[in-house]
């Protein structure tokens, strides 16, 4: 029966993903073993499979197939539906790797507890993970929520393993301009039709931390964000073709976004947003902040130069955020609003906050350049500091 069974886990067609595994490929040679060597290879086994984190053999092959893209998983994000043959060949793999699964080592003849084991329907499980892709993805998507592009020439997505954990909740004020966001968002989560966004203004007001927290509120809800460096943009148009037939949506966020006048990239990302041979896919839409408005960076000589034609010139420099479906702008707080944002700040913190503290504040904001939200924390963790330093 073991032979058997390891013959069968060796030439997976659906999940051959599994025979690349060192933990996995480790448990068969652990169902081929003769009496005299299994508990060798058991042993082996078992410290690849607690190395890996693992005490449970079920649960650790259930993760690994769990976010394992197949044949089966790239059928149905192609077409939605999948060859009844494919379906039949990876049942009958799922039930042996659920017989695989479920094996203890008093099974075996060992008698060490050295790992745990379950039954449990793979089989389920797995049909289930597939009709949920639209919210779990799969592979590096069902991973990670947060991903980057890898700073050389190929289009390689690299994960944020450590994604900036900022909520809607830890952003206080700017109201209004949230909801904007919020509502394009969930449009864009409902199939609806949603626009690409600008968050321009003055700088520390939250414009990345408002697309951050976003990423983080809709994760579980299908939305990955792809952060884009502006050297970058010559690649989106790859790169929206990569994820167009992704059953997730995406939002492409470009930081800090602005152009000199002879930068020719300004040109490649107005074609991307309108224009471009290529449809925007409506699982996607691109996020970008920036400190202006006016996104190229207009010379007095650009109004006065030698061009025959200085207000196409300067129309064509000027209208790129208008190829922008909606601009969100960020001002920076009043005097009261900033003390407003000191106080949710320090609530926040557990920070008690008096008169003498609203003073320290407003000069901290003087002598840091301007109120905005991030000087507001600033101070408060300044505050926090200084207040350990002195217990």
Known sequence: MSETLADRLENLIVFMGLNEDPIFKAFIDVLKADEASCYAKAARFTGLLYKSGYVSWTDYVFDQIDNMPTCLSDAYIESGSIPERMVNIAMDELNSISQACSITPDQLGIRRDLWSAEAIDFQAGYLNRL??????????????????????TDLELVPVVHPDPITMDQLFGYESQHQAIIANTEGLLAGKMASNLLLYGDAGTGKSASIKAIANRYAKKGLRLIEVG????????????????????????????????????????????????SARSENTVIYATSNR?????ESFSARTGDDMHVR??????????????????????????????IHHIAQEYG???????????????????????????????????????GE
Request: proline share 3%; charged share 25%; aromatic share 8%.
């Open 131 to 152: 009709l949920m892709m639209d919210q779990t993805g799969i592979g590096i998507f069902g991973l990670h929520h947060m991903f980057r592009l890898k700073r050389t």
């Open 230 to 277: 502006k050297d970058r943009i010559p690649i989106l148009p790859e790169l929206l073709d990569l994820i167009a037939k992704q059953p997730l949506k995406f939002v492409i966020y470009i930081d800090d976004l602005s152009f000199s006048e002879d930068d020719d990239s300004f040109a490649q990302l107005k074609a991307v947003l309108e224009g471009s041979v």
């Open 293 to 297: 408005r006016h996104l190229v960076k």
């Open 312 to 341: 196409d010139t300067l129309q064509e420099t000027l209208s790129l955020s208008q190829r922008f479906g909606q601009c969100i702008f960020f001002e920076k707080p009043n005097a009261q609003e900033y003390l407003n944002l």
């Open 351 to 389: 920070v008690d906050v008096d008169e003498q503290v609203e003073q320290r504040a407003s000069a901290y904001a003087i002598a840091q350049g301007g109120r905005s939200p991030r000087i507001a924390r600033q101070f408060i963790e300044n505050e926090m500091i200084q207040a350990k330093e």
